[in-house]
Structure formats: C-alpha cells, structure tokens
Nanobody, 129 residues
C-alpha cells in the first residue's frame, strides 16, 4: 500500500510560482508511473504532468506546457514546479502513482484517473488575478 502526501499548495497572485511536493511511503521501481492531476469543483480530474519513475518519459499538458515541470528525486519525492501561474490554474492538485505495470522509459504514462491506483489527499492552489 503506497501512501502519498502532497504539500506546497497555497495562494499566489497571477504570475507567481509555487512548488508542489509529493512524498511517497516507498520507492517505486523503475518503469512505473507518477503523476500530478488537478480538479476543480464540478469537473473531472485532469492530468497535468506525468513521469515514468527512474528517469523515464515525462508528459506535460498543453495548458501548462512551458510553465510547469515535473521531476522525481531519489528520496521517494515527486515535484511539480509551477511558474507564471494563471487564475485558471486554480484547483486542488493531487499526486498519483501507478504500480501495476513497469514499462520501458520511452512509454508514455496514462493520462486518466483510472490509470492510477494510489492517490494523495490533494493540496489546494489558488491563483488570484
């Protein structure tokens, strides 16, 4: 059972930056997927950025490309660096892990909620105009 805990959310003005962190209770082997999703009230959970663990392929949503970066360190931690934040980035951000299939580094991670089997509780990001 993997436990994920997000931190780093908060309130910022448009143009500001935040760095989200997700601490995992264990180290995933190479080839599994980690991701950041976000959700606003009444909407579905959308993928923001994903990475295949161990330095594999990353994927960034078009809406945040060139502003958000996903990275993974060697201490069970996943990061989301967010720059030039916009009011439309306001959402609750969730960390997710998929531990069922270890695939090659070049393989793109799933982009839907059902592709992941572990979730954190989320951290709120609010961007004011």
């Amino acid at each position: 059972q993997v436990q994920l805990v997000e931190s780093g959310g908060g309130s910022v003005q448009a143009g500001g930056s935040l760095r989200l962190s997700c601490a995992g209770s264990e180290t995933l082997g190479r080839g599994y997927c980690l991701g950041w999703f976000r959700q606003t009230p009444g909407d579905g959970r959308e993928a923001v950025a994903t990475i295949r663990s161990g330095g594999g392929r990353t994927s960034i949503a078009d809406s945040v490309e060139d502003r958000f970066t996903i990275t993974q360190d060697n201490e069970n931690r996943l990061w989301l660096q967010m720059r030039d934040l916009k009011p439309e980035d306001t959402a609750k951000y969730y960390c997710a892990a998929e531990t069922r299939f270890a695939l090659p580094d070049w393989n793109r991670c799933g982009q839907t909620r059902s592709d992941y089997d572990y979730w954190g509780q989320g951290t709120q990001v609010t961007v004011s105009a």
